[in-house]
């Protein structure tokens, strides 16, 4: 048997152990006043509890490998009914899984109504500030759900946005685009297979401070797509947001999904001068995935050099 019908093999029995091990705990786990069907049937879940699982939740005690939604984007495309832009936008994102049988919302954007982003023709993308932790994607039925309503003057004047509910199953494609009524929303994500879980965090380094003057941006990416990149955090007019005491770099999104095998997480940080014509700059760091524990390494910008951990966490059966 040559190694790649051996590696065939090895995973169509990893995927029959899994099914295995899922249909036993919803034998005797779930919760017999709900349908066990709901399981296996692309329910919309009316619950609006948060997820309960943290990021780094097996990161100090192992776990497996699992098929992870990696969420890139969400742009508005188009929008139509007689909405214009600049649009005040408020609502809700969301995605369901059954980590643990679970179902509960795991947040990738929230903006309330005192609280809206402003999006504009030149800028449409949503500002988005998770997932909070990996989203599960195998053996799923769970959901990816869209609430997004644009801010009138008085709130009997507020207009519907978008309003859509995707079986996760579905969303598989790396840039996909979704039409409701008033408008067209442009998806960018990507399937990970057999990854782990990478939970970023950000410090200045005693000593360090932020280049005056200086704005930048944080992204992360994997080695297996070079088109697109995670934006952990964006910032203008040299305001690195740090909370004082510590150091701590208060990052916008810090959870990136990253093959087990043979990948790479690559932290960037690209830094300008607003008031100088020279071109920006790009600094990275990269880790190697590893089963559990944390990774750490140091990001040098200029004369400031940035404490990066990074947490890596599998998943339960």
């Given at each position: 048997?040559?190694?790649?019908?051996?590696?065939?093999?090895?995973?169509?029995?990893?995927?029959?152990?899994?099914?295995?091990?899922?249909?036993?705990?919803?034998?005797?786990?779930?919760?017999?006043?709900?349908?066990?069907?709901?399981?296996?049937?692309?329910?919309?879940w009316k619950t609006n509890e948060?997820?309960?699982?943290?990021?780094?939740?097996?990161?100090?005690?192992?776990?497996?490998?699992?098929?992870?939604?990696?969420?890139?984007?969400?742009?508005?495309?188009?929008?139509?009914?007689?909405?214009?832009?600049?649009?005040?936008?408020?609502?809700?994102?969301?995605?369901?899984?059954?980590?643990?049988?679970?179902?509960?919302?795991?947040?990738?954007?929230?903006?309330?109504?005192?609280?809206?982003?402003?999006?504009?023709?030149?800028?449409?993308?949503?500002?988005?500030?998770?997932?909070?932790r990996a989203v599960v994607v195998?053996?799923?039925?769970?959901?990816?759900?869209?609430?997004?309503?644009?801010?009138?003057?008085?709130?009997?004047?507020?207009?519907?946005?978008?309003?859509?509910?995707?079986?996760?199953?579905?969303?598989?494609?790396?840039?996909?685009?979704?039409?409701?009524?008033?408008?067209?929303?442009?998806?960018?994500?990507?399937?990970?297979?057999?990854?782990?879980?990478?939970?970023?965090?950000?410090?200045?380094?005693?000593?360090?401070?932020?280049?005056?003057?200086?704005?930048?941006?944080?992204?992360?990416?994997?080695?297996?797509?070079?088109?697109?990149?995670?934006?952990?955090?964006?910032?203008?007019?040299?305001?690195?947001?740090?909370?004082?005491?510590?150091?701590?770099?208060?990052?916008?999104?810090?959870?990136?999904?990253?093959?087990?095998?043979?990948?790479?997480?690559?932290?960037?940080?690209?830094?300008?001068?607003?008031?100088?014509?020279?071109?920006?700059?790009?600094?990275?760091?990269?880790?190697?995935?590893?089963?559990?524990?944390?990774?750490?390494?140091?990001?040098?910008?200029?004369?400031?050099?940035?404490?990066?951990?990074?947490?890596?966490s599998l998943f339960d059966w």
């Amino acid at each position: 048997m040559d190694a790649s019908c051996a590696t065939a093999r090895k995973e169509k029995e990893e995927r029959e152990y899994i099914s295995m091990r899922m249909r036993r705990w919803l034998k005797e786990s779930w919760n017999p006043n709900e349908d066990k069907k709901d399981l296996y049937t692309d329910r919309t879940w009316k619950t609006n509890e948060l997820t309960r699982i943290p990021p780094m939740y097996y990161t100090d005690c192992g776990g497996c490998s699992r098929e992870n939604q990696q969420i890139f984007s969400i742009k508005v495309e188009s929008i139509r009914g007689g909405l214009r832009w600049p649009l005040d936008v408020f609502g809700v994102v969301t995605a369901r899984d059954t980590l643990r049988m679970e179902h509960k919302r795991n947040i990738v954007f929230a903006r309330s109504r005192s609280n809206c982003q402003t999006i504009t023709e030149q800028c449409p993308y949503l500002e988005l500030t998770g997932p909070t932790r990996a989203v599960v994607v195998d053996f799923d039925p769970g959901s990816f759900e869209v609430v997004l309503k644009v801010k009138g003057a008085t709130e009997s004047a507020d207009r519907d946005l978008s309003f859509l509910v995707l079986p996760l199953k579905e969303c598989y494609q790396y840039r996909r685009y979704y039409t409701s009524k008033h408008s067209t929303l442009e998806l960018t994500l990507r399937r990970i297979d057999r990854s782990v879980e990478a939970t970023i965090s950000m410090r200045l380094a005693a000593g360090s401070s932020w280049p005056r003057g200086f704005q930048g941006v944080f992204t992360a990416s994997i080695a297996s797509i070079d088109d697109a990149e995670v934006s952990l955090l964006s910032f203008e007019d040299d305001k690195l947001p740090v909370i004082a005491d510590d150091g701590i770099i208060k990052l916008t999104r810090r959870v990136v999904s990253v093959e087990r095998e043979h990948g790479e997480l690559k932290v960037s940080a690209t830094t300008w001068c607003a008031n100088d014509e020279q071109d920006a700059m790009t600094n990275d760091i990269v880790f190697t995935p590893r089963f559990a524990g944390r990774s750490c390494g140091v990001l040098n910008v200029g004369t400031c050099k940035i404490q990066i951990t990074v947490a890596w966490s599998l998943f339960d059966w």
